[in-house]
């Protein structure tokens, strides 16, 4: 797929915030910190369109960004940061699961579900994944931050992931580097292939 123009459409926090173009949409999910706004620049070829942050907890609302005037890439929260309170912890995981609840049967066709190649998925890692599949949601895992072990780590990680969240055999997993930009072919002919068959 070629990314034409991307722009910033909205902040929302609830669903009547939520874009009503009805344009398709792919959300990324995953945990703070795992890379979520930069795949999302890295994807539409931006520095720092999704802002970007060294601690966790840098999105805090959901952020629509409308491609080629036809579909959203949305950046959503992270969840299973630690270091805040459980109010906002969970303010955020509602901001979450309200949008994939209130988007899975028409808007949402793809959920990029995020982890960090150079460790074992956590526990909210597999609740969240569980949770997709229990609504039929579709979906693929990207491996982030690929860039910070060897070539000859990368196929190790891929299998550990795999197994710990159970990924059936159809489930792609894709290496990914915001840093070196690699996978960035094969993550948007998903995406592609997700919006328009
Ligand atoms: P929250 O918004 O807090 O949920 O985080 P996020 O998932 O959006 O992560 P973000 O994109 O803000 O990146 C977090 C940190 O990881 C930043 O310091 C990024 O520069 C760094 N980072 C993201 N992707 C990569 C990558 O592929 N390689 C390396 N080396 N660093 C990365
Ligand atoms: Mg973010």
Not at 19 to 36: I, L, M
Not at 81 to 93: P, R
């Amino acid at each position: 797929m070629i990314i034409k123009n991307a722009e910033h459409e909205i902040t929302a926090v609830k669903p009547n915030q939520y874009p009503v173009t009805g344009f398709p949409e792919v959300a990324f999910v995953g945990r703070s910190n795992v890379g979520k706004s930069s795949i999302i620049n890295t994807l539409l070829n931006r520095k720092n369109l999704a802002r970007v942050g060294q601690t966790p907890g840098k999105t805090r609302q959901i952020n629509f960004f409308a491609v080629n005037g036809n579909f959203y890439l949305v950046d959503l929260p992270g969840y299973g940061f630690a270091n805040v309170s459980k109010e906002m912890k969970a303010s955020w995981e509602k901001i979450i699961e309200t949008y994939l609840y209130s988007r899975r049967q028409n808007q949402l066709k793809l959920v990029v579900m995020l982890v960090d190649i150079r460790h074992s998925p956590s526990k909210d890692d597999i609740v969240m994944y569980q949770w997709i599949k229990g609504y039929g949601m579709n979906s693929i895992i990207v491996a982030t931050k690929a860039d910070k072990i060897t070539r000859s780590q990368i196929n190790i990680r891929l299998n550990d992931i795999r197994k710990v969240l159970q990924l059936d055999k159809s489930t792609k997993i894709i290496p990914f580097s915001s840093e070196k930009r690699t996978g960035r072919e094969e993550v948007l002919e998903e995406i592609g292939r997700s919006l328009f068959g």
